[in-house]
């Protein structure tokens, strides 16, 4: 590692736009969530810049689509292969302009890689099928929508740059990628290294802020596929904006306030560590849609669980994330730090105690947006922390008293997007399993994503799946053939 990593951002960031490239007539701040400083800018682009990329990934996909699938699967993996050997490179992007610890990234980026090669290996499922209905032939296409639009948050960003792009390219679309306001270097980088394997302008990358650049992309006449992560309200707007710029297919992956309910015939030990893992602490500081932040404890043993808990989690080291031995770094801006330190005092003020953390973290300095891990204790079902999406490091624990109230106060959020169980009784946890409003469910577990498993949300949560064959067919249009034959 270079002395001095964060320099490595330190450069005129274009975007990459067929033979040239595309400088905002405009540029904005990216700040270091380490020190709140300026870290370096990147073009804020106009509706006219988003209409000029759109307009080169439209000219681009139709010779896209005309390959077979098994050609653009080429493709995918040679582009999974590129970010693989760019992986330090993208992870340390990452880590200075998200303030994620790059191990963590270093993970995100082999993830990527792994999805893009999941979608290539799903090529013969574009296929279509034959249905007898008659002695003539008939039969469907999976034929693609054109220019895809994909709008991704901070949290993840290699990570959901390389992913989120892989089924619409695989599909045969061409993709406009909107990175986030926050976390843009590694997406603009990713674009540069995709037109070493990829058609020039098939895949193209824009900044800036959402109400204009976001907008001008959902809004524009040759997008009318469109993938959204983010907030359920933002998810919201970006329904209505779409619905008055024609009629487009938009799937949304959103918010979550996710249930982990342990039962007392749980291994103990093995849920104080999933909780502690599934809330994210070490990787996004909880700025997770899936993070497990309601932890639900059976009363008989709810103490054993909350000191195993609070040990782990008082344990976990805060600072810079490019410093060996940092377990968790800043969370993203001002805004978010606010957020979580609020959400805090809400909890205290409800009645809630603060069993670890509960302000800003200890020996960071004074810059930067530093929170410590916190565990909340003594939650009621109905208060703000035990209901709202924090996005910050903060666990809310709550106690039940049997498994039909576990459920109920479960089921009791707008969210439905994860939930994990803990229980040695296979009857029970089935039962807990289908009882629960949630898209993805973990029993004896949390955390983690396995690819080729739907992923997605119920409720606000959201609409659609991802990671999966689900997600590959959803960026194709279904088209019926009947040949007469008699």
């Excluded at 000029?52 to 689509?65: E, G, K, L, S």
């Excluded at 039969?139 to 619409?168: C, D, E, M, W």
């Excluded at 004074?366 to 209901?387: E, F, I, N």
Aim: glycine share 10%; charged share 20%; aromatic share 6%.
């Amino acid at each position: 590692m270079v002395d001095d990593p964060r320099s490595a951002v330190m450069r005129t960031w274009t975007l990459p736009l067929g033979d040239a490239t595309l400088q905002g007539q405009s540029v904005y701040d990216v700040e270091d969530p380490c020190t709140g400083d300026v870290l370096t800018q990147v073009p804020d682009c106009s509706s006219e810049d988003v209409d000029r990329v759109v307009a080169t990934a439209h000219a681009a996909q139709r010779d896209w689509a005309l390959r077979t699938p098994r050609q653009r699967g080429t493709a995918l993996r040679a582009l999974a292969t590129l970010m693989r050997d760019h992986s330090e490179e993208l992870a340390l992007l990452d880590a200075i302009d998200g303030g994620f610890p790059l191990p963590a990234m270093r993970d995100d980026v082999t993830w990527a890689a792994d999805v893009l090669e999941l979608m290539a290996d799903d090529a013969l499922d574009l296929g279509g099928r034959t249905i007898p209905l008659s002695a003539n032939l008939h039969y469907t296409l999976q034929q693609p929508y054109g220019v895809v639009a994909r709008i991704v948050p901070f949290n993840h960003p290699v990570l959901f740059a390389g992913s989120k792009i892989a089924a619409p390219l695989m599909a045969g679309n061409a993709v406009v990628l909107k990175a986030p306001d926050q976390t843009p270097l590694s997406a603009i980088r990713l674009a540069e290294l995709a037109r070493e394997v990829l058609p020039e302008g098939l895949f193209g990358v824009v900044t800036g802020h959402g109400a204009t650049a976001g907008a001008a992309l959902v809004a524009h006449p040759l997008v009318r596929r469109i993938g959204f992560i983010g907030s359920p309200g933002t998810g919201r707007h970006i329904q209505r904006l779409a619905a008055e710029h024609g009629v487009k297919y938009v799937t949304l992956e959103l918010g979550g306030k996710n249930p982990m309910i342990v039962m007392p015939d749980a291994d103990l030990e093995a849920a104080a560590k999933s909780a502690v893992v599934g809330m994210n602490f070490t990787t996004t500081a909880g700025q997770s849609c899936g993070s497990t932040s309601r932890l639900l404890l059976h009363e008989a043993i709810a103490d054993e669980v909350i000191d195993l808990v609070v040990d782990q989690v008082a344990a976990i080291k805060v600072g810079d994330p490019l410093v060996d031995g940092t377990d968790m770094g800043p969370v993203i801006d001002q805004a978010q730090y606010s957020k979580s330190l609020r959400a805090i005092e809400s909890g205290r003020a409800g009645g809630a105690s603060v069993l670890t953390g509960g302000g800003r973290a200890q020996g960071v300095g004074s810059k930067g947006w530093y929170v410590a891990p916190t565990v909340l204790a003594g939650v009621a079902p109905q208060a703000d922390v035990a209901r709202d999406e924090i996005f910050g490091p903060v666990l809310s624990v709550l106690t039940v008293r049997d498994e039909a109230e576990a459920v109920e106060v479960a089921n009791s959020v707008e969210f439905g997007l994860t939930a994990a169980v803990w229980t040695n009784d296979v009857s029970q946890a089935h039962r807990m399993a289908a009882g629960l409003d949630a898209g993805y469910v973990w029993i004896n577990g949390s955390a983690r994503h396995y690819w080729g498993l739907p992923f997605g949300g119920w409720k606000s949560s959201g609409v659609g799946s991802e990671e999966s064959t689900e997600e590959l067919l959803s960026y194709t249009q279904v088209k019926a053939v009947t040949v007469t034959l008699d």
